[in-house]
């Protein structure tokens, strides 16, 4: 494994020869929505704040990854935007040698206000969970009110965040009729597109699997209406993008189930309680916290993270293995 090398060219690299170099850090569990393929309706059962990872610790963490390689640092949750101050921990996260991107995935229920402060403190992109455009139907899907996001784009829009990426989960008999509408409002606003297909997350993940809808097709029903042309974005992420002829718009298909990328997949998740996550859809996990509050100097916990690195499997079973993945999206951070 990568541990030896000299600094420069540290990296880590696992079993199957894939280079990890993007961190998904979940700086909660907790959410002021309850998307119903998310997190289940009066849901509490959340991390005990002792257990969270201070932001010194955090920091510490994102650190050591920086000299194993890390570039690309994504903050999500939960909502991250429930975390306090939240921009002191993005300003230091920022500052950490290696680290050359850091983004943010949000409800953008509180964007509004933190949009400014968080450009300022060094996050760039941003994407925002977005799954429909009726108020009535925000409500059914997530508990909250629509005119929130909708003001919370308007001031990432504002601040300077570039791309800004809305991600749309994409289901059937839930909101298949309001592609076409999210493309017109992404044109618009010139907001790129993600659809992502559900995954079997949780009890709540595999519910909203009855309202699965393969994304081949719905690309297909754009291809019909729309020219599309071979699309890169920025990011690191699983999406295959495309872009609308004539327009700035760019549109990623997410199919973790109906065209699998693990094999590129180059990413781990550091959860709120400090632990590693090495898959979204297996259970291989390494506990960090634990270790952290024992004191472990920076080599060994560069090491610890060699060896986790060490247990990332090949690939997700969402097809073969649905029921397998009890924890929420929430919990390990999506
Ligand atoms: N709260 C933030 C948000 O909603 O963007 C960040 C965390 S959320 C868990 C990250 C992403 O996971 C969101 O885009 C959400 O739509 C997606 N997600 C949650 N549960 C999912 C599921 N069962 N299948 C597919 N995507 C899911
Ligand atoms: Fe909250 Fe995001 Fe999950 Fe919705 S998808 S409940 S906004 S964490």
Same mark, same amino acid.
């Given at each position: 494994?990568?541990?030896?090398?000299?600094?420069?060219? *540290?990296?880590?690299?696992?079993?199957?020869?894939?280079?990890?170099?993007?961190?998904?850090?979940?700086?909660?569990?907790?959410?002021?929505?309850?998307? %119903?393929?998310?997190?289940?309706?009066?849901?509490?059962? %959340?991390?005990?704040?002792?257990?969270?990872?201070?932001?010194?610790?955090?920091?510490?963490?994102?650190?050591?990854?920086? *000299?194993?390689? #890390?570039?690309?640092?994504?903050?999500?949750?939960?909502?991250?935007?429930?975390?306090?101050?939240?921009?002191?921990?993005? &300003?230091?996260?920022? =500052?950490?040698?290696?680290?050359?991107? @850091?983004?943010?995935?949000?409800?953008?229920?509180?964007? =509004?206000?933190?949009?400014?402060?968080?450009?300022?403190?060094?996050?760039? &992109?941003?994407?925002?969970?977005?799954?429909?455009?009726?108020?009535?139907?925000?409500?059914?899907?997530?508990?909250?009110?629509?005119?929130?996001?909708?003001?919370?784009?308007?001031?990432? /829009?504002?601040?300077?965040?570039?791309?800004?990426?809305?991600? $749309?989960? =994409?289901?059937?008999?839930?909101?298949?009729?309001?592609?076409?509408? $999210?493309?017109?409002?992404?044109?618009?606003?010139?907001?790129? @597109?993600?659809?992502?297909?559900?995954?079997?997350?949780?009890?709540?993940?595999?519910?909203?699997?009855?309202?699965?809808?393969?994304?081949? #097709?719905? /690309?297909?029903?754009?291809?019909?209406?729309?020219?599309?042309?071979?699309?890169? $974005?920025?990011?690191?992420?699983?999406?295959?993008?495309?872009?609308?002829?004539?327009?700035?718009?760019?549109?990623?298909?997410?199919?973790?189930?109906?065209?699998? +990328?693990?094999?590129?997949?180059?990413?781990?998740?550091?959860?709120?309680?400090? #632990? @590693?996550?090495?898959?979204?859809?297996?259970?291989? /996990? +390494?506990?960090? &916290?634990?270790?952290?509050?024992?004191?472990?100097?920076?080599?060994?916990?560069?090491?610890?993270?060699?060896?986790?690195?060490?247990?990332?499997?090949?690939?997700?079973?969402?097809?073969? /293995?649905?029921?397998?993945?009890?924890?929420?999206?929430?919990?390990?951070?999506?």
């Amino acid at each position: 494994m990568a541990y030896n090398r000299p600094m420069m060219n *540290r990296q880590l690299t696992d079993r199957f020869g894939r280079t990890i170099d993007y961190v998904r850090l979940s700086v909660t569990d907790r959410c002021d929505l309850r998307c %119903f393929y998310c997190m289940p309706k009066g849901f509490r059962d %959340f991390e005990e704040p002792e257990h969270w990872l201070r932001f010194d610790e955090i920091e510490r963490v994102i650190a050591a990854f920086g *000299r194993l390689g #890390t570039r690309r640092i994504r903050i999500t949750g939960g909502e991250p935007l429930v975390r306090k101050n939240l921009p002191d921990l993005s &300003r230091r996260l920022a =500052a950490l040698p290696g680290i050359e991107d @850091l983004s943010l995935s949000t409800n953008a229920t509180r964007l =509004a206000r933190h949009a400014a402060e968080l450009h300022a403190s060094g996050i760039r &992109r941003i994407n925002v969970s977005l799954d429909t455009l009726r108020p009535e139907r925000f409500k059914a899907i997530t508990g909250g009110k629509l005119n929130k996001v909708l003001d919370g784009l308007m001031a990432a /829009k504002h601040a300077g965040f570039s791309p800004i990426k809305i991600n $749309m989960v =994409a289901m059937k008999g839930v909101n298949d009729d309001e592609i076409d509408s $999210m493309v017109d409002f992404c044109i618009e606003h010139g907001f790129t @597109l993600r659809f992502i297909e559900t995954m079997p997350v949780g009890d709540t993940g595999r519910e909203a699997s009855d309202h699965y809808l393969d994304l081949q #097709t719905v /690309k297909q029903s754009l291809s019909e209406r729309y020219e599309l042309l071979p699309g890169v $974005m920025p990011g690191g992420g699983p999406a295959r993008y495309v872009q609308v002829a004539g327009t700035d718009l760019r549109i990623g298909f997410i199919t973790p189930i109906s065209q699998h +990328f693990c094999e590129t997949c180059n990413r781990v998740r550091l959860s709120v309680d400090g #632990t @590693l996550y090495m898959c979204l859809g297996q259970d291989h /996990k +390494f506990e960090l &916290r634990p270790l952290l509050r024992a004191g472990i100097s920076d080599a060994e916990l560069e090491q610890a993270i060699v060896e986790a690195i060490g247990l990332k499997p090949e690939r997700h079973e969402f097809n073969e /293995k649905p029921q397998q993945i009890v924890r929420f999206m929430s919990h390990t951070g999506g």
